[in-house]
């Protein structure tokens, strides 16, 4: 069975230092995976995916991540946190053998910028 | 660019009334989705549609929820005798299906009230 755990519920940074959001993921086959971001009162946006190709994906807004099957973990990171990219961010693991319909869901990790 | 839209968007109801939301997917869109999500939740996968035809429903579905696409373009999904519990955000995505993988795109969601 696939799952995803986002390793923090919460992560606060400066305005300008490094973001790093961890995920981990299960799955029995090769999977795809995603990171998507949704600002309060939005809704949910794509950020950058990974479909077995290069394993560094770079996405929207400055941000990419890294997919490392070794450690089955898909972290994401930016180098300088703007205030804009306060939201909570939701990394997403699919089965890319079957139909590639049933996304699951981990439960958020809420990015509080400080200023 | 007209992404997937959701109407209404808010909706406050008395528990034991039905309600209906509708879906706009992005136009030449063939898959659909519903999806449901709690504060501080990830979204919950309800049901999905690939044209016209319903190919998957959650096991979590309670008989009250039914959804239709009937051309395979904008689905509804309608709660009989609403509960308390039913208050949430629902969520509607549509993809493309094809190659190896389909990227859902989401809309901005309708909140639900129970009262």
């Known amino acids: 069975a696939q799952s995803v755990t986002q390793l923090d519920s919460h992560v606060s940074v400066s305005e300008g230092t490094p973001v790093l959001l961890r995920c981990n993921y299960s799955?029995?086959?090769?999977?795809?995976l995603f990171w998507y971001v949704q600002h309060p009162n939005k809704g949910l946006q794509l950020l950058l995916k990974y479909t077995s190709a290069a394993t560094l994906v770079k996405g929207i807004n400055g941000f990419e991540a890294e997919f490392k099957k070794s450690e089955t973990s898909f972290h994401l990171t930016k180098p300088s946190a703007h205030m804009s990219d306060a939201a909570e961010y939701f990394c997403?693991?699919?089965?890319?053998?079957?139909?590639?319909?049933?996304?699951?869901w981990g439960a958020g990790t809420k990015l509080i910028i400080k200023p | 660019d007209t992404g997937v839209s959701q109407d209404p968007r808010h909706k406050i109801t008395k528990r034991g009334q039905n309600v209906t939301f509708r879906c706009d997917p992005i136009s030449e869109h063939n898959r659909l989705y519903w999806y449901r999500q709690t504060l501080g939740q990830g979204p919950e996968f309800l049901t999905y549609?690939?044209?016209?035809?319903?190919?998957?429903k959650s096991r979590l579905l309670s008989d009250r929820f039914s959804a239709e696409r009937p051309k395979g373009s904008f689905s509804t999904l309608e709660i009989q005798r609403t509960e308390q519990g039913d208050s949430a955000m629902y969520l509607c995505a549509s993809s493309l299906a094809g190659g190896s993988t389909d990227t859902q795109y989401f809309g901005p969601g309708t909140r639900l009230t129970v009262l």
């Open positions: 549609f690939q044209n016209e035809a319903q190919l998957e």
């Open positions: 997403v693991v699919s089965d890319s053998w079957g139909s590639n319909y049933q996304l699951i």
């Open positions: 799955s029995s086959y090769s999977p795809s």
